[in-house]
């Protein structure tokens, strides 16, 4: 699942314009990458993310699986047709190829919304988590030492992120949205389309 920026609202490393001009504020830092593998809920979100990607899956490969027949049987019935035909025909697999890859996109996208959604009340606690250390040891800042920052070595003593993983089983979602049945795609309008994943094959020309 995607990794968010989760200490950008709490603590940001360019606002603080040097060191010297820290002195006398306090600093902690965590490990958000250590903090989301382990979060409470994280396990039954992505297991509910699977299950409901089932469905989906089996649509694309439904997709998938009706473009390569259609292009097989386009290789074998192609050299008997005429031009006007032929043209004919490539118009009608053309609409169908765009049409279908417009499903595929929905599909992919209705995806990654339902991860985003199982996700949020994760985000949402490790968020407010966060924020509730802050202020209550009195930080300055909470920097994120997986977050890309240029802090090479630093005190351990600072390093909050078992504090901050025990707060969050406290305060944890009781549980992932239930899982729901994957939506049908429904046909879309034949228009342009990038390719999207899984949907690789289109119609020959002539």
Do not use: C, H
């Not at 490969?61 to 259609?70: E, G, I, P, W």
């Not at 992932?176 to 049908?184: I, K, L």
């Amino acid at each position: 699942m995607r990794l968010l920026t989760v200490v950008g609202a709490v603590a940001v490393l360019a606002s603080v314009p040097s060191l010297a001009s820290a002195q006398g504020q306090k600093f902690a830092f965590v490990n958000s990458q250590a903090l989301l593998q382990n979060a409470p809920g994280r396990g039954e979100a992505e297991a509910t993310f699977e299950k409901e990607m089932v469905g989906i899956r089996a649509q694309l490969t439904k997709l998938q699986d009706s473009l390569t027949a259609m292009n097989e049987a386009w290789a074998k019935e192609e050299p008997t047709l005429q031009a006007a035909a032929k043209e004919a025909r490539l118009k009608v697999l053309r609409e169908k190829e765009q049409n279908w890859g417009a499903q595929a996109q929905k599909l992919q996208s209705q995806a990654q919304d339902r991860q985003e959604e199982l996700m949020a009340p994760i985000m949402e606690n490790l968020r407010k988590v966060l924020d509730d250390m802050r202020m209550e040891g009195g930080y300055s800042f909470i920097f994120d030492v997986a977050a890309g920052s240029f802090i090479v070595s630093a005190d351990k003593n600072l390093d909050i992120t078992d504090r901050v993983m025990a707060k969050m089983r406290l305060s944890a979602p009781k549980a992932a949205p239930a899982a729901r049945p994957a939506p049908a795609a429904k046909p879309a309008t034949p228009g342009p389309t990038s390719a999207p994943a899984g949907i690789t094959k289109k119609p020959p020309t002539e």
